[in-house]
């Protein structure tokens, strides 16, 4: 009987701070996220990209009906995935990148309700190096 009662006693302090675990938690995985990407920025530097012009070059180039899910940048280009109402118009404008060359697609498009899933690479350009 002693033992149900501390059970269940030890059971209603669990209860109690399983909010504060939760919130702790959400914490922590926030921190782990901003840690990823902060480690993420430092490999770019490292590499003697500038993650900046690059996402900034993207912004611009990509049209608005777009939307990234997925992006990769190393010291030989970058990779991107995502949705667009078409993506076949990604290469062209991609190309006509001063930065990019040898856009290409790295699987089929995938056709949505009202849009393209696509996933493309992109090498940078020979006379500009890596960026």
Same mark, same amino acid.
């Given at each position: 009987?002693?033992?149900?009662?501390?059970?269940?006693?030890?059971?209603?302090?669990?209860?109690?701070?399983?909010?504060?675990?939760?919130?702790?938690?959400?914490?922590?995985?926030?921190?782990?996220?901003?840690?990823?990407?902060?480690?993420?920025?430092r490999d770019?530097?490292?590499?003697?990209?500038?993650?900046?012009?690059? =996402?900034?070059?993207?912004?611009?180039?990509?049209?608005?009906?777009?939307?990234?899910?997925?992006?990769?940048?190393?010291?030989?280009?970058?990779?991107?995935?995502?949705?667009?109402?078409?993506?076949s118009q =990604?290469?062209?404008?991609?190309?006509?990148?001063?930065?990019?060359?040898?856009?290409?697609?790295?699987?089929?498009?995938?056709?949505?309700?009202?849009?393209?899933?696509?996933?493309?690479?992109?090498?940078?350009?020979?006379?500009?190096?890596?960026?």
């Amino acid at each position: 009987m002693r033992e149900r009662r501390a059970l269940s006693a030890l059971d209603a302090r669990i209860a109690r701070l399983a909010p504060e675990v939760q919130q702790a938690e959400r914490r922590l995985a926030v921190v782990e996220r901003a840690r990823r990407e902060l480690s993420t920025l430092r490999d770019f530097e490292q590499q003697g990209l500038h993650p900046l012009p690059v =996402l900034r070059e993207l912004t611009d180039t990509i049209p608005g009906d777009a939307w990234l899910t997925n992006l990769s940048v190393d010291r030989n280009g970058l990779e991107l995935g995502g949705f667009a109402n078409a993506a076949s118009q =990604l290469i062209p404008l991609l190309e006509a990148s001063p930065t990019l060359e040898r856009v290409e697609f790295t699987s089929p498009v995938t056709k949505g309700r009202d849009r393209e899933q696509f996933r493309l690479r992109a090498t940078w350009e020979r006379r500009g190096g890596a960026r």
